[in-house]
């Protein structure tokens, strides 16, 4: 039969194989592995997981797959996937990648869970789980560039609900080995379940679509391998009738070449964005600006005084849902350029305290905020790839002290060293976790390739 994207897809997934992996790929994606792992364990401490987990205990019949941070606690596979999805996004603390989504965290509880379910005998190598990762990170990255709209930063869909689920499906499919046909109806009925939209962004109910699109992907592959099928061309733009093309207003799909020794795959030629600290990732561009204009400040002043300053300027691409000018709880304080920066210029640090109830009401940062005017110039678009941020100070005086920055510490282009990671990892984690434990998990994934049971992780 004439082959069609979806088609390919399906025979990528089912044909590649570990050795495709280049050295690369396989250390860029255990960085994820291990950011992932942490996030999810410090999310375990915020209360939409407790609801969450609370939800999920009601319908947990087979429970034999993990919690994070949760020892005495199993689910059934794929409320596991969920409750752990919803606690990797919980605090917006998870990995981002270009086009824009939050790639990990929408496919390892996935694995981790799936890992647990397969019985003894059968249960996937650490190789066969890097692989499957990657599956569901090349999915999801060759998806996202079928559309222009999908480069910028979203106003319709929350990216990783959409191409999240898909990519969580696929890596599922091969995880459990399903031939090529199961993996394109794999496909096909992820995209029946997918898609959140971008107004419960800054609410409990965002980190849903990160937990909803690692399960609902895990549970369309498992369909798929008990014989369900949907429609073969999911992924190709038939004329009059929307498949996967529903979700973007451009849609231009090509099929994704079978693996040969030569693929390369997305993760080779971009790196991903680990954040330093838990807020949407345009947060990180302002923060770092407000830093720098801080020390200048400082330099200029002797000492941060607030009362010196007449203005403060932000410039900053034209984003509604993270344009806030006086958030008033901690989701929408992660999605807020004018908190975030002010809270850079009082403390000199944004951090896991900084989200707090007393934090966000303080008077002192409410009366930083009321100076703050927003522009949005011509070329700071609205795009993670070329984004900028600059914070300015007008002071009494008539002075005025400025800083900017294109890149922050921890974008693709500038990314975290491994010591930075593995503090970021070990501060996460020892919120629940003995040392011990920590350390375990660090020497595993940094040995993933030559451990016999993924399900130990």
Not at 15 to 23: D, G, N, T
Not at 214 to 235: D, K, Q, V
Not at 414 to 419: A, C, G, M, Q, T
Request: proline share 6%.
């Amino acid at each position: 039969p004439e082959e069609t994207v979806t088609s390919s897809f399906a025979s990528f997934i089912h044909a590649v194989q570990p050795e495709h992996l280049s050295k690369t790929v396989r250390h860029r994606s255990k960085r994820m592995i291990l950011d992932s792992i942490g996030v999810g364990l410090v999310g375990s401490t915020t209360h939409v997981f407790d609801i969450a987990l609370q939800y999920c205990r009601l319908y947990s019949s087979v429970a034999v797959s993990s919690v994070y941070g949760k020892p005495g606690i199993k689910l059934s596979p794929t409320l596991a996937a969920f409750t752990n999805g919803v606690a990797t996004h919980s605090m917006d603390f998870d990995d981002t990648w270009h086009p824009a989504t939050h790639p990990s965290g929408a496919v390892l509880p996935a694995l981790l869970a799936a890992s647990q379910m397969l019985p003894p005998g059968t249960k996937p190598n650490g190789m066969d789980f890097l692989l499957a990762f990657n599956v569901g990170l090349e999915v999801q990255g060759r998806l996202m560039h079928f559309s222009t709209e999908a480069h910028n930063i979203p106003k319709r869909f929350h990216p990783p609900s959409v191409v999240g689920t898909m990519g969580s499906a696929a890596a599922t499919a091969k995880l459990l080995s399903l031939s090529t046909a199961q993996c394109a109806h794999a496909l096909g009925i992820a995209a029946s379940l997918a898609g959140a939209p971008m107004a419960n962004a800054a609410t409990q109910a965002k980190p849903l679509h990160i937990g909803n699109a690692t399960r609902l992907g895990f549970e369309a592959a498992l369909l798929a391998a008990r014989g369900m099928e949907a429609n073969p061309l999911i992924l190709d733009d038939i004329a009059g009738c929307s498949g996967f093309s529903a979700f973007y207003s451009i849609y231009q799909p090509k099929p994704l070449s079978t693996p040969s020794d030569h693929h390369e795959f997305l993760l080779e030629k971009q790196d991903i964005a680990f954040k330093r600290f838990p807020a949407h990732l345009g947060m990180h561009w302002v923060v770092d600006a407000a830093l720098s204009v801080r020390n200048l400040f400082i330099n200029y002043a002797g000492s941060f005084s607030p009362s010196l300053i007449r203005t403060i300027v932000l410039k900053i691409p034209v984003s509604k849902y993270i344009n806030r000018p006086f958030p008033s709880s901690e989701h929408q304080a992660r999605h807020s350029f004018q908190f975030n920066a002010c809270t850079a210029l009082l403390d000199g640090e944004v951090g896991l305290s900084s989200f707090t109830e007393s934090s966000i009401h303080r008077q002192e940062l409410r009366e930083l905020l009321d100076k703050v005017v927003v522009e949005h110039p011509e070329d700071n678009v609205a795009n993670f790839d070329k984004m900028y941020g600059e914070v300015a100070l007008l002071l009494h005086s008539g002075d005025v002290l400025t800083g900017k920055c294109d890149t922050f510490y921890g974008h693709w282009r500038k990314p975290l060293s491994k010591e930075s990671l593995l503090k970021k990892f070990r501060s996460n984690a020892s919120h629940v976790l003995p040392e011990e434990k920590i350390e375990t998990i660090i020497t595993m994934v940094d040995n993933l390739e030559n451990l016999s049971d993924s399900s130990q992780l």
